[in-house]
């Protein structure tokens, strides 16, 4: 059974920094993409951004510039360095996989992140 356990999020002044963390297990087949997506309020779920096992990376425009994504293979994880928060930062962070042979993707449950004053 696959799992992915995000962390990192919480509350945070505009300006500020923060770091999420998703650690993925208990997949047989090997993980290709990963990546973070959000949705706000009242909002669409959208893209943050995301990596590929070959680390070419893609993300929003909303975030470009102020967020990096990376990931660590060998520990199944990828990180989401968030700075230069803003308000419309604030929502719940999904962290995602899509596993190559079976192209399957995979969501965590998701992690608030809050930012304001």
């Known amino acids: 059974q696959v799992q992915l356990v995000e962390s990192g999020g919480g509350l945070v002044q505009p300006g500020g920094s923060l770091r999420l963390s998703c650690a993925a297990s208990?997949?047989?087949?090997?993980?290709?993409?990963m990546g973070w997506y959000r949705q706000a309020p009242g909002k669409q779920r959208e893209l943050v951004a995301t990596?590929?096992?070959?680390?070419?990376?893609e993300y929003g425009d909303s975030v470009k510039g102020r967020f990096t994504i990376s990931r660590d293979n060998a520990k199944n994880t990828v990180y989401l360095q968030m700075n230069s928060l803003e308000p419309e930062d604030t929502a719940v962070y999904y962290c995602?996989?899509?596993?190559?042979?079976?192209?399957?993707?995979?969501w965590g449950q998701g992690t608030q992140v809050a930012v304001s004053s």
């Open positions: 990596i590929t096992s070959g680390g070419r990376t």
């Open positions: 995602t996989i899509r596993t190559l042979l079976v192209v399957r993707d995979y």
């Open positions: 208990g997949t047989i087949f090997p993980i290709d993409q």
